[in-house]
């Protein structure tokens, strides 16, 4: 079997994707392979270790015999240690027959050497001791010489074979990706990690359920009806804003539109003066020559133009004393204050004061009225006025939005 690192999940040896979460069990550690089981390796007993031969004892020394002295003689050789059972008892040397020789004082007496005890014998490898000492008579490998023993290697187990019971083959629903078989609790393929749990697709939404807010969909009482109550409240309250405000917007949105277009001027397609002095008529003031003016015997007077056609009003210039060349304009009376009243089409009048500088040359007033049929122009204030002194106004032109 393969866990998922994942979640840990277990899954078949063929499988290359959790069941459960759908993770990649390539990632994973190899899988085990079938009909053999991993066994541990086994434990390495360590080398016995060869106790060194202990070193012969020196007992007391004998008491010797006055009658006959002994030659001392070379010492015996350590024997090995003969095996367990046999006997460890050394045999006594016979009595050499005394020498012919004359007496002689006697010699110092000879230490005896005690019995030595034989080394044990040498543990073979790979023979227990129980085997050695089982044969205590086979003398050959008590004489044979120890050589030097290598140290134990660890040596591992040969695998044990187990049977393993075979997968079951997967009968559950197949992939709807790619077709493979899998097992029914599986979340996803083993081969493809496609979901095998579709989800049933919801009903087609009608058209006007696909435009915001109808679009969401909610469960029944979740508050639809209060949902559209406040909906149906908000548009309620948007067209009464619209309805009051919409003279301002207009206002503003047209404003905008006159700064940024152009303009042009329009000419008057009549025009008439309330009062005029002789041989400074009205429509002096629109033939479009600045050393022709209207003369105004008073103030209270109007000048009226008229338009043939509704235009956006977007300007009015007006030129001021009977000349543009100082000392002539000081010469004559000229106005400083004047009233515009504007009618549109539908009978609405418009009225703006204006204030004219005391100098020569041309004053723009700007406008922002829509369907403008006619503008009059009535004296309100002049300055240098006299005797045989009319109030002069050279010229008034009208601009339009194009």
Not at 34 to 41: D, L, M, S, Y
Not at 163 to 182: F, I, K, L, S, Y
Not at 254 to 259: A, L
Not at 369 to 384: F, M, P, Q, W, Y
Request: net charge positive; charged share 25%.
């Amino acid at each position: 079997m393969r866990s998922c690192p994942a979640c840990g999940t277990a899954n078949g040896e063929s499988d290359d994707f959790c069941g459960n979460c759908g993770a990649y069990l390539g990632w994973s550690s190899e899988p085990v392979r079938r009909g053999r089981t991993p066994e541990p390796e086994p434990e390495v007993e360590p080398a016995p270790e060869v106790e060194p031969a202990p070193e012969p004892e020196v007992g007391p020394e004998p008491a010797p015999e006055p009658a006959r002295t002994a030659e001392p003689g070379p010492a015996p050789e350590p024997r090995a240690k003969p095996a367990a059972g046999t006997d460890t008892r050394v045999p006594e040397a016979s009595p050499a027959p005394p020498p012919a020789r004359p007496s002689a004082p006697p010699a110092p007496p000879v230490p005896s050497v005690p019995p030595v005890r034989p080394a044990p014998a040498p543990v073979r490898p790979g023979v227990p001791a129980s085997a050695t000492a089982s044969a205590p008579g086979n003398a050959s490998d008590a004489d044979e010489p120890v050589g030097a023993v290598r140290p134990a290697r660890p040596v591992a187990r040969r695998p044990v074979v187990r049977p393993v019971a075979a997968d079951e083959a997967p009968d559950g629903p197949p992939c709807p990706a790619c077709g493979t078989p899998n097992l029914a609790g599986r979340k996803f393929c083993r081969r493809c990690a496609a979901p095998l749990q579709v989800r049933e697709q919801p009903a087609a939404l009608p058209w006007w359920r696909t435009v915001w807010p109808f679009r969401r969909r909610v469960r029944g009482g979740s508050g639809r009806a209060l949902r559209r109550t406040l909906l149906v409240l908000a548009v309620a309250a948007l067209v009464l804003a619209g309805f009051l405000f919409f003279p301002l917007g207009r206002y503003a949105f047209e404003d905008v539109r006159d700064k940024l277009g152009g303009t042009a001027e329009i000419s008057p397609t009549g025009v008439s003066a309330s009062a005029a002095a002789p041989g400074h008529p009205g429509s002096a003031a629109i033939d479009g020559l600045t050393n022709k003016y209207w003369g105004a015997p008073a103030l209270g007077a109007s000048l009226t133009c008229s338009f043939g056609t509704p235009f956006r009003l977007v300007g009015v210039v007006v030129h001021t004393g009977v000349s543009k060349e100082p000392q002539e304009f000081r010469r004559g009376a000229r106005p400083t204050r004047a009233d515009l009243l504007v009618t549109t089409k539908d009978g609405k009048v418009h009225k703006k004061a204006v204030t004219f500088n005391d100098k020569p040359g041309k004053q723009t007033v700007r406008m922002g009225i829509s369907d403008v049929r006619s503008v009059e122009l009535v004296l309100r204030e002049a300055t240098g006025q006299g005797a045989g002194r009319p109030i002069a106004v050279g010229e008034v032109e009208f601009f339009r939005r194009t």
